[in-house]
């Protein structure tokens, strides 16, 4: 078993469990920070998606076993990556089971299954890898339907379970309104369900799309660090 870890500079590190149990902590730039790890085998596919909507394909076995001490692989070298792009996510997969999910700065979101990046051959790079039309907010992997909470400009919210979004085989696809918005609205943030803090999250669950979401009550807002309304005193 191996951990792989993704940094926001474009680091790569895969590290194997018994050297994370014996390591310290893990070296970084000093303006670094760690984006994402996770667990996996030696025989897994891992796929980076870029900002550019490229997404890279690397065999794990393919990359060099390190250390927490070290940086690690700088993902344009190894990748062959276009100037000025950036890895953005990471998942990796031995069997494309699962489904990514992309959630757009204009309501729009859409589910892709896994195993639309699977190929045949051994190609390095796909292009396309998901819509470029509208500003990414948020992508995921999920093994399983899961809830996010989507939010408006800080205002409105919504919870939705991603088995509202169809499945779309184009890996491109500019997906469906699932947020209803104004002129000049956004969605500006996309949480798990976990990562929104409030007591009742049912209060922002809608069970058809698109919706117009919840006014974000301000107890939440202070809670999640929002800009709430300033009270006069």
Do not use: C, W
């Given at each position: 078993?191996?951990?792989?870890?993704?940094?926001d500079?474009g680091?790569?590190?895969?590290?194997?469990?018994?050297?994370?149990?014996?390591?310290?902590?893990?070296?970084?730039?000093?303006?670094d920070?760690?984006?994402?790890?996770?667990?996996?085998?030696?025989?897994?596919?891992l796929?980076?998606?870029?900002?550019q909507?490229?997404?890279y394909?690397?065999?794990?076995s393919?990359?060099?076993?390190?250390?927490?001490?070290?940086?690690?692989d700088?993902?344009p070298?190894?990748?062959?990556?276009?100037?000025e792009?950036?890895?953005?996510?990471m998942?990796?997969t031995?069997?494309?089971k699962?489904?990514?999910?992309?959630?757009f700065?204009n309501?729009?979101?859409a589910k892709?299954?896994?195993?639309a990046?699977?190929?045949?051959?051994?190609?390095?790079?796909?292009?396309?890898?998901?819509?470029?039309?509208a500003?990414?907010?948020?992508?995921?992997?999920?093994?399983?339907?899961t809830?996010?909470?989507?939010?408006?400009?800080?205002?409105?919210?919504?919870?939705?379970?991603?088995?509202?979004?169809?499945?779309?085989?184009?890996?491109n696809?500019?997906g469906?309104q699932?947020?209803?918005?104004?002129?000049?609205?956004v969605?500006?943030?996309?949480?798990?369900?976990?990562?929104?803090?409030?007591?009742?999250?049912?209060?922002?669950?809608?069970?058809?799309?698109?919706?117009?979401?919840?006014?974000?009550?301000?107890?939440?807002?202070?809670?999640?660090s929002?800009?709430?309304?300033?009270?006069?005193?």
């Amino acid at each position: 078993p191996v951990r792989f870890f993704l940094t926001d500079h474009g680091y790569f590190k895969k590290i194997s469990h018994a050297s994370l149990r014996m390591a310290g902590e893990q070296k970084l730039k000093d303006d670094d920070t760690m984006l994402m790890e996770q667990d996996g085998m030696n025989r897994m596919d891992l796929l980076f998606f870029s900002n550019q909507q490229n997404v890279y394909k690397l065999k794990a076995s393919d990359a060099a076993d390190t250390k927490a001490s070290v940086l690690g692989d700088y993902l344009p070298n190894i990748l062959n990556m276009e100037a000025e792009e950036e890895i953005i996510y990471m998942t990796a997969t031995a069997d494309y089971k699962g489904q990514m999910v992309f959630f757009f700065e204009n309501g729009k979101a859409a589910k892709v299954p896994l195993s639309a990046y699977e190929t045949k051959t051994n190609r390095k790079k796909l292009i396309n890898g998901y819509s470029s039309k509208a500003k990414l907010v948020r992508m995921a992997r999920m093994d399983e339907e899961t809830d996010f909470v989507l939010m408006r400009n800080s205002d409105k919210a919504t919870m939705l379970n991603t088995e509202l979004i169809p499945s779309s085989a184009t890996k491109n696809a500019t997906g469906i309104q699932v947020f209803t918005l104004k002129k000049n609205s956004v969605v500006s943030n996309v949480y798990t369900k976990e990562e929104f803090q409030t007591e009742d999250h049912e209060y922002y669950r809608t069970r058809k799309i698109p919706t117009t979401g919840h006014f974000i009550q301000e107890k939440d807002k202070a809670a999640n660090s929002l800009p709430g309304q300033i009270s006069l005193e």
